[in-house]
């Protein structure tokens, strides 16, 4: 079984653009695609990300997601950092061999 | 449009059992997985397991093994998450969610559950 580790938070001030990355702990992080979620205080989750880098119809095109196999982890980058920007984030993948579902921890993002 | 409707809030005493239902509509109910997840208040999200409406299979976390079984009726499209041995630890808000090929862009309102004395 593996996990994926999130930062806590992150900040940034609006206009500028923020990383979030999601390190998986065992097995290659490009085994098992990851998606990415975010999620507002007292709301359900939404897909920003899905297969490592594809955006939702809707979602903007601030939100990108990349994976990088040298550091085993996946990367949200949100550009020209928004007020409504501000929630958590989580990452999240399935294991090989069963299709069970694994989430990271989340980060909070705060605007400054 | 999909929609995810589940039951409302509920309060049980430390070792008691919760039922949560989720019910589906809008798309063909044995055709997708339907996921539970939880969330503690401050906490990230926890995967709890799944169920195959159509064919009533179902995989478990470790975590929660004999102590949760999810089943469905299929006749008004209804998932149920069933959580025994309630502790404090267990305090949340859970969710239904649908799967659709690798994502979940489907979920419930969610459910608070809060286990107290």
């Known amino acids: 079984n593996f996990m994926l580790a999130q930062p806590h938070s992150v900040s940034g001030s609006p206009g500028k653009t923020v990383t979030i990355t999601c390190t998986r702990s065992?097995?290659?992080?490009?085994?098992?695609?990851v998606q990415w979620y975010q999620q507002r205080p007292g709301s359900a989750p939404i897909t920003v990300i899905y297969?490592?880098?594809?955006?939702p119809s809707g979602v903007s095109d601030r939100f990108s997601g990349s994976i990088d196999s040298s550091s085993n982890s996946a990367s949200l980058t949100i550009s020209g950092l928004r007020s409504e920007d501000e929630a958590d984030y989580h990452c999240?993948?399935?294991?090989?061999?069963?299709?069970?579902?694994?989430f990271g921890g989340g980060t909070r993002v705060s605007v400054l | 449009q999909v929609q995810l409707v589940q039951s409302g809030a509920e309060v049980r005493k430390p070792g008691a059992s919760v039922k949560v239902s989720c019910q589906a509509s809008?798309?063909?109910?044995?055709?997708?997985?339907i996921h539970w997840v939880r969330q503690a208040t401050g906490q990230g999200l926890e995967w709890m397991g799944r169920?195959?409406?159509?064919?009533?299979?179902?995989a478990y976390a470790q975590k929660f093994q004999g102590r949760v079984t999810m089943t469905r009726d299929t006749s008004i499209s209804t998932v149920y998450m069933e959580l025994s041995g309630l502790g404090s630890e267990d305090s949340a808000v859970y969710y239904c969610?649908?799967?659709?090929?690798?994502?979940?862009?489907?979920w419930g309102q969610g459910t608070l559950v809060t286990v107290s004395s």
């Open positions: 065992s097995g290659n992080i490009a085994n098992n695609y």
């Open positions: 999240q993948s399935y294991h090989n061999y069963n299709q069970d579902c694994v």
């Open positions: 297969e490592d880098n594809k955006r």
């Open positions: 809008g798309y063909i109910f044995n055709n997708f997985d």
């Open positions: 169920m195959n409406p159509g064919s009533g299979t179902t």
């Open positions: 969610a649908r799967r659709v090929a690798v994502r979940i862009p489907d």
